[in-house]
């Protein structure tokens, strides 16, 4: 006789790997997925573990990268008002404008000539020296031409 369709098969055990994957430890429901990072970073941290081995532990877990675990953390510890606060002196943006880090860099223009300078006879140095060495395996190439052009007259 014959065997039944395969579809009903197939999407019975998709619907399954389905259910499975939804209620998985390992995969949270849709729209909790940082709340669930941020709690299971936190238990990890709680046991002494540093926050890079959390988002890396967390990641391996749920098939994600570490990175995306690391976003999913902080934007979920922003929301609880848990983040770093931002710094209002010290930093390079901060302060009245033209105090930024193009100000600085404006105020030293030309102060990384002179490196620049040494790095490019450096570099030219190097070149002129492999030009040298070129033309001498040139010249014995050419030393060689020549003898075995006259062995084979």
């Given amino acids: ?3 039944p369709p395969q579809e009903s098969t197939e999407a019975s055990a998709g619907e399954a ?3 499975e994957q939804a209620g998985s430890p390992t995969r949270p429901e849709r729209g909790s997925v940082g709340e669930v990072i941020y709690e299971r970073v936190q238990a990890l941290t709680s046991q002494g573990v540093s926050k890079t081995d959390a ?3 967390v ?3 749920q098939n994600r990268r570490a990175g995306t675990v690391a976003a999913n953390y902080y934007r979920v510890a922003r929301m609880r008002g848990e983040g770093r606060p931002r710094s209002t002196s010290g930093s390079a943006g901060a302060g009245r404008k033209g105090q930024g880090p193009r100000a600085a860099r404006g105020r030293r223009r030309g102060s990384g000539t002179p490196a620049a300078l040494a ?3 450096s570099a030219l140095g190097d070149l002129r020296r492999a030009m ?3 033309q001498a395996r040139l010249s014995e190439l050419e030393a060689f031409k020549q003898s075995v052009t006259q062995l084979m007259r």
Avoid: K, P, V
């Fill in 119 to 121: 790095a490019l006879e």
């Fill in 55 to 57: 988002f890396n532990t």
């Fill in 59 to 61: 990641a391996s877990e």
């Fill in 132 to 134: 040298e060495a070129d």
């Fill in 1 to 3: 006789m014959a065997d």
């Fill in 17 to 19: 790997a389905g259910a």
